[in-house]
């Protein structure tokens, strides 16, 4: 039921730049974008979202194409803690959160 | 941001045993809670939706007689995994979403169940 696509791991260098991308060409007009991270054995940790606009806070940048079928999320300084799996997911507000397999984002020293 | 909160962190229990694990919003009241369990190296899967009030709805193929959920008030949803069998051993999370919110969901830290 995950409606998005994404690749199932990448690396970063520390103090660089990580762009995760995330595809959803199925997304409907009234769907947003969420993106959230799990570190090993906790809950998942909300990150941003977005609905067409691109959206910034403390954490990240979110990209979303004009056609809203594919978003990238930046972290702008990577550090070690960033290390995690983060996931795109794309559904109404209010509805059920279908998870897909994530990015699994290694961080290097 | 919004905080919800499980118990117990982990449990140990012998088979054929029920366990409750327990889930609180702590400062929004949360009107729709979502029950996940994932299994090591696996993505988180939805196994039921409950809202404030009502029975739950079960994803297909989850057990409704198995794993029995309540959502008796606004800041607390329980699961209990009735009978439990070493399969049910996996990591239980839940998450919340409240009123007036843009639809983000707010997770708990998670429980681990392992069945002897």
């Known amino acids: 039921d995950a409606k998005t696509t994404q690749p199932p791991s990448m690396d970063c260098a520390e103090g660089r730049a990580a762009n995760l991308p995330c595809n959803h060409s199925t997304i409907s007009g009234n769907e947003y974008v969420y993106w959230y991270r799990q570190i090993h054995s906790q809950g998942p940790q909300y990150i941003i979202h977005?609905?067409?606009n691109n959206e910034t806070n403390e954490m990240a940048s979110l990209i979303i194409t004009e056609d809203r079928k594919s978003s990238t999320l930046i972290l702008p300084h990577a550090t070690l803690r960033d290390t995690a799996v983060y996931y795109c997911?794309?559904?109404?507000?209010?509805?059920?959160?279908?998870f897909g397999t994530g990015t699994s984002l290694t961080v290097i020293p | 941001g919004a905080v919800v909160s499980q118990h117990p962190s982990w449990v140990i229990c012998k088979s054929g045993t029920s366990v409750k694990i327990e889930c609180r919003s702590l400062d929004f009241q949360a009107t729709t809670m979502f029950w996940y369990r994932q299994f090591p190296k696996q993505s988180l899967m939805l196994m039921a939706t409950s809202n404030e009030g009502s029975k739950a709805t079960y994803e297909q193929g989850v057990e409704k007689d198995k794993f029995l959920i309540n959502h008796a008030s606004l800041t607390l949803s329980t699961l209990t995994v009735t009978s439990a069998h070493p399969e049910d051993s996996s990591f239980y999370i839940c998450?919340?979403?409240?009123?007036?919110?843009?639809?983000?969901?707010?997770f708990g830290e998670g429980s681990r169940l392992t069945v002897l």
């Open positions: 997911i794309v559904t109404l507000p209010g509805n059920q959160f279908y």
């Open positions: 998450s919340a979403s409240g009123r007036g919110t843009t639809g983000e969901l707010f």
């Open positions: 977005g609905l067409k």
